[in-house]
């Protein structure tokens, strides 16, 4: 490959690096998961690699002592494949903290994985088994010292080979001892077809180089967009607008997340003041409609999240200005949403008296990339925490994590950040047991900012039938 | 052909083969080329049964670490022997040759640019992995990159095995001379047939591209070590070496431990997972043997036409019929190894249904055999060519 052609690979793999990391959620790959393996509760965090097949991180925070060992094993979520796994990898024991494990597994395909975790300790075995996407979603630049390094071997080797073949015509059949040449016409014709051919292999290298970037290139993930249009006055209409990425991506395969089959959240921008979770339905293979509420005029940010027959769960995003409406439908069954006064303190003003409570440590900072259990409850006017909270789409609550400069949009639960739908084809069983679950008083959202920078959490907990969002800002480390 | 002249004999202790050659022993400089290719030929096939077996890999694993020697030998080696060649008064610098100012023997200079050659593919690869995920395939910018090395890490120690062999006085030197040879030209004959180990699998057997690109690669190293060594069984010899090296890895590598770490799992392994029996090459070598010295008078195209169709023909009659036996239940022994499957070989894949691959038509078969001919033709003549220009080899 030529000096220039390695330069222009460079600067546009640089280019390509710059693209933000896009998979289930939005800049947020990190997979959060927060359940019971058998009697063993557990944090689970899957960090999926850049590249696939590449290597992916996972840590396992057990929440109760009594765990021996952990093995770790990857499989395709659904598929032939699924049924044979691999040989399970052990998970090392921090040594700082006895209940934390770390191990790393290779995710080999494009689609929807699953990791099983199996956990063996005082109370016999458990096992769970997590959802993560894997997806590529950037090519990593080539370090400026490895290009430097690569460009001078190249240009070190095309002219030593050049020169072997030279003395090679020259000088390799000379007697022993006798005086050698310096210059003769065959060595200078060898070292020319020499030359020709090192350069006719350098071009072909190059462009094998730039057509398997190509290829790869397509696989990189593209999220699905949103073309939305208001009729009627207040039927906001959708379509999914798939920008052409594998074909194992269909808009036909859409399978029920907590019942629905899209849960939209639409965000008044870029002063989130005003955010709504409706849930449109299904008109065609990738077109949706609902009526919207009443609600005030501006621009509106669109998230759509959706999850495929094989797991795969995706954020399809896009934009509306919308008008003023005020004769919309009401809010009902699941939907809900509306203006709100975001909190800058960790308390959240309901109304009647009501609030609803972040329960953190004053003046510890959250740090980015770390994974924190985020504790929410609402206290009722004399200042007691309530006991009727209620299962809000058979969850203990949902959160919106939306970072102010739009880079980050995470849909969470208690189970952390990995799509229901998902988890009832990975895990039906422990899917069965949560929707059991009573939540409260106090609930829990599993999760971890993945870059540094002001958030806005929007916590939706239901109780007495009507679902409360409170809005908080937290600034990240 | 000209008289050996004898290199300045007089040793010196600082001088790279200067006692050697007064001795008339062999240099240790070859016997640092001749087991750095030995790593690297032994390393690849490690590595391939490794991902075959076990799919996950480090840098680190034995196997790399054993290619990589071959790199790090020649390298240091022949780095060595050329600077000191260049600035001391060596004896070897009699039977030198220049390359950019600096002296030491070509095979040396061919062997120094095929270790900076691997070892620059090492961080390549490594980014190559990290940018674009592991690699799925065996052809990749750099794993080419570290083949072209290692190839020319091999050409460059049998340059200087030529130099020496040609230049070396006494018949019992030449002849350990020419053994070497004759073991380096069966190493590169391993390792070419590694690069179309895809087409030679036994499903294969029964199609021209497998007969193809065995005539590529084959008959040039038989030609080139027969031609250069003028020794009457070279390449029997030489494709002996090749067969009893992939049959000591077929009954040894599964005497290993092993197990996948990777999925899906398709078939149960539990110990690494060899190459298929070797191709019956030793055959048609035996007969080439046979009748180049009752041809040698005539024209070097005659005699790489008649060459071609006796390698061509030879082969095809052991190996087809041959190829019926390994697809057979007297093939499914670990004695032919027709047992062996990869951890993520489909069940209802070719090879673990015993079916030949079908998708040549009976047209397209005939053609293909006779580009496989014209391939072969071609492959002697440009051995031979090449083998006569190694024999004139003194520095």
């Known amino acids: 490959m030529s000096a220039v052609r390695l330069a222009a690979v460079s600067v546009l793999l640089l280019a390509l690096a710059s693209t933000s990391r896009l998979s289930a959620h939005i800049g947020s790959p990190d997979v959060f998961y927060e359940g019971k393996a058998g009697p063993y509760p557990l944090l689970v965090t899957i960090r999926p690699p850049d590249v696939i097949p590449g290597v992916a991180t996972v840590e396992v925070r057990s929440l109760a002592p009594g765990v021996r060992e952990i093995h770790l094993t990857p499989t395709p979520m659904t598929g032939e494949a699924s049924k044979h796994p691999p040989v399970a990898d052990i998970a090392q024991r921090s040594v700082l903290n006895a209940n934390e494990f770390t191990g790393s597994l290779w995710l080999m395909s494009f689609g929807s994985w699953e990791v099983h975790v199996r956990v063996d300790g005082e109370q016999g075995t458990g096992e769970i088994a ?13 370090q400026p010292g490895v290009a430097y390094f690569l460009i001078g071997m190249m240009v070190f080797l095309t002219a030593g080979m050049v020169a072997i073949v030279g003395a090679s015509v020259r000088e390799a059949q000379l007697p022993v001892g006798a005086p050698s040449k310096s210059w003769t016409r065959s060595g200078i014709i060898g070292m020319a077809i020499a030359a020709a051919v090192l350069a006719a292999a350098l071009w072909y290298g190059g462009k094998w180089w730039g057509d398997d970037a190509a290829a790869y290139r397509q696989k990189l993930y593209k999220p699905l967009g949103i073309k ?47 955010v709504y979770h409706l849930h449109p339905d299904e008109t065609a293979p990738g077109y949706f409609a609902i009526l919207l509420p009443s609600l005030q005029a501006g621009h509106y940010r669109i998230y759509g999240d959706i999850v495929h027959e094989n797991g795969l769960a995706e954020t399809a995003a896009g934009e509306i200005d919308l008008p003023e409406i005020t004769e919309g439908k009401p809010l009902a069954f699941d939907d809900a949403g509306g203006p709100l006064a975001v909190s800058e303190t960790d308390s959240f003003d309901l109304g009647d008296g009501y609030r609803m409570v972040w329960l953190r440590t004053p003046g510890v900072p959250i740090t980015a990339k770390k994974a924190y259990s985020f504790l929410f409850e609402i206290l009722d006017p004399t200042g007691q925490p309530t006991a009727d909270l209620e299962p809000y789409m058979g969850m203990g609550g949902h959160a919106e994590v939306i970072k102010k400069d739009g880079s980050v949009f995470a849909h969470i ?6 799509p229901m739908g998902s988890m009832a084809i990975a895990s039906p069983a422990s899917m069965l047991a949560m929707r059991e679950t009573n939540p409260g008083p106090i609930v829990s959202f599993p999760y971890g900012m993945p870059t540094p920078g002001v958030y806005r959490i929007f916590v939706q907990l239901k109780r007495n ?10 600034a990240v480390q | 052909m000209a008289t050996s002249l004898p290199i300045q004999t007089r040793a010196r202790v600082y001088a790279p083969d200067g006692a050697a050659q007064a001795a008339g022993s062999i240099p ?41 020697l071959c790199g790090v030998i020649a390298g240091i080696t022949c780095g060595y022997l050329i600077l000191a060649t260049t600035f001391t008064k060596s004896a070897l610098r009699a039977a030198s040759v220049n390359v950019l100012g600096f002296r030491g023997p070509l095979g040396a200079f061919l062997c120094a640019w095929g270790g900076f050659t691997m070892i620059t593919s090492a961080p390549f690869d490594d980014w190559w992995h990290s940018a674009y995920g592991l690699d799925v395939k065996i052809l990749s910018p750099p794993h080419v990159l570290l083949a072209v090395g290692m ?36 190493m590169i004959l391993i390792v070419l047939l590694i690069l179309v180990l895809e087409y030679t699998h036994r499903v294969f057997l029964h199609t021209a591209i497998c007969y193809r690109v ?18 009457r069984w070279a390449a029997t010899i030489v494709s002996s070496i090749y067969f009893l090296f992939v049959l000591a890895l077929l009954w040894i590598l599964p005497l290993f431990p092993a197990q996948p770490k990777l999925g899906p799992v398709l078939h149960e392994v539990t110990q690494f997972i060899p190459a298929g029996f070797p191709l019956l090459i030793v055959v048609a070598a035996f007969l080439l043997d046979w009748i180049w010295p009752r041809i040698s008078g005539w024209g070097e195209w005659k005699r790489a036409a008649v060459s071609g169709v006796v390698f061509l023909a030879s082969l095809l009659a052991v190996e087809w019929p041959f190829a019926d036996l390994l697809q057979s239940t007297v093939g499914r022994n670990a004695f032919f190894g027709s047992i062996y499957f990869d951890y993520n070989q489909s069940p209802l894949g070719y090879a673990a249904t015993y079916r030949f691959v079908p998708f040549e038509t009976p047209m397209e078969f005939r053609v293909g055999l006779l580009i496989a001919l014209a391939c072969a033709i071609v492959s002697f003549r440009l051995g031979f060519r090449t083998g006569d220009w190694l024999r004139r080899v003194r520095r």
């Open chain 1, 130 to 142: 997590v959802p993560v996407s894997a997806v590529a979603t950037k090519i990593k630049p080539i």
């Open chain 1, 228 to 274: 939305a249009t208001l009729s009627n006055p207040d039927r906001l209409d959708l379509r999914l607008d798939e920008p052409g990425w594998l074909a194992l991506r269909r808009l036909d395969d859409l399978t029920p997340d907590h019942d629905h089959l899209m849960h939209l959240f639409l965000v008044r921008w870029p002063s989130m003041d005003v």
């Open chain 1, 413 to 418: 639960h208690p189970t952390g950040t990995v």
């Open chain 1, 465 to 474: 039938s009507h679902v409360e969002t409170g809005g908080f800002n937290v």
């Open chain 2, 28 to 68: 240790w400089y070859i016997w640092l080329s001749v087991a750095g290719v030995t790593s690297a030929v032994i390393g690849v096939h490690w590595d391939i049964s490794w991902h075959r077996s076990i799919g996950r890999d480090t840098f680190w694993t034995p196997a790399h670490i054993a290619i990589q």
């Open chain 2, 151 to 186: 190839l020319a890490v091999q050409i460059g120690a049998l340059l200087l095995v030529a130099a020496q062999m040609n230049r070396v006085p006494g018949q019992q030197a030449r002849r350990r001379l020419e053994n070497l040879f004759l073991y380096l030209a069966g």
């Open chain 2, 214 to 231: 065995i005539a590529m690669l084959t008959p040039i190293v038989l030609a080139i070590a027969s031609r250069a060594t003028g020794r």
